[in-house]
């Protein structure tokens, strides 16, 4: 890979628990970007967080950076039903000026009702 | 969903045609990109494009060509197709500076029989 490894490979909770995802890169970044993807779809951009930031929430999503450990966590609270994706770290390196991220393999989420 | 339109969203062809995956977005962004991703895999960088008449190759080595020659307009061309280029194809876009995320199409599925 080269960049994001997301931890586990899949997860498997029951609806209304909490689903925790990790992240793990190689290199200085700019930022690291969360995404999810459905079943056969495009994905879509979750939420950002920048290399000087910490910890970031939006709605039920915390992000949490740690750039001496080169890792970030997604956490995913009172998840649902439909919160069942795919869900991608992507890094943006420091010395990129080009505009590139580049992705990991994905966690697969399966929550059930 | 998104202002970035793919088509078709499911193709199947035979060895040795010619193909064109369509990309088109209406947000005047600069930036495209077109990636392939493999089922339950990270996804590569095949092809990019900061703007008209510009093209470059990605990280991972595609017999695909791609041309800019409107601001909107990415498409992705195959001029003989093989089993091996069977794989989901994404395009994406941004604008802006590296602290804001991409934008992706729903893809194309291609299948080579």
């Known amino acids: 890979s080269q960049q994001g490894e997301e931890d586990p490979q899949a997860l498997s909770i029951q609806e209304g628990e909490n689903a925790t995802m990790n992240c793990s890169y190689k290199?200085?970044?700019?930022?690291l970007q969360w995404y999810r993807q459905n079943s056969g779809r495009g994905l879509v951009h979750l939420i950002l967080?920048?290399?000087?930031?910490r910890e970031k929430h939006s709605g039920r999503l915390r992000v949490t950076l740690d750039t001496s450990k080169k890792s970030s966590s997604l956490l995913i609270t009172a998840s649902r039903a439909a919160d069942t994706a795919s869900y991608f770290c992507a890094t943006f390196d420091r010395g990129s000026t080009l505009g590139r991220l580049y992705f990991g393999r994905g966690t697969q989420l399966t929550v059930w009702p | 969903e998104a202002d970035i339109y793919q088509t078709p969203r499911y193709l199947v062809i035979g060895t040795g045609k010619k193909i064109t995956l369509e990309c088109s977005q209406t947000m005047g962004h600069d930036k495209m990109y077109w990636y392939q991703q493999d089922p339950g895999m990270e996804l590569h960088l095949i092809h990019y494009s900061y703007g008209v008449n510009s093209t470059e190759k990605g990280d991972l080595s595609s017999e695909s060509t791609v041309s800019r020659i409107r601001t909107e307009h990415f498409p992705l061309t195959l001029e003989s197709a093989r089993p091996s280029h069977t794989s989901q194809y994404l395009c994406?876009?941004?604008?802006?500076?590296?602290?804001?995320?991409?934008?992706f199409g729903s893809g194309t599925r291609l299948t080579v029989v």
């Open positions: 994406a876009s941004s604008d802006r500076g590296p602290n804001y995320g991409y934008t």
């Open positions: 290199t200085s970044i700019n930022n």
């Open positions: 967080i920048r290399s000087n930031e």
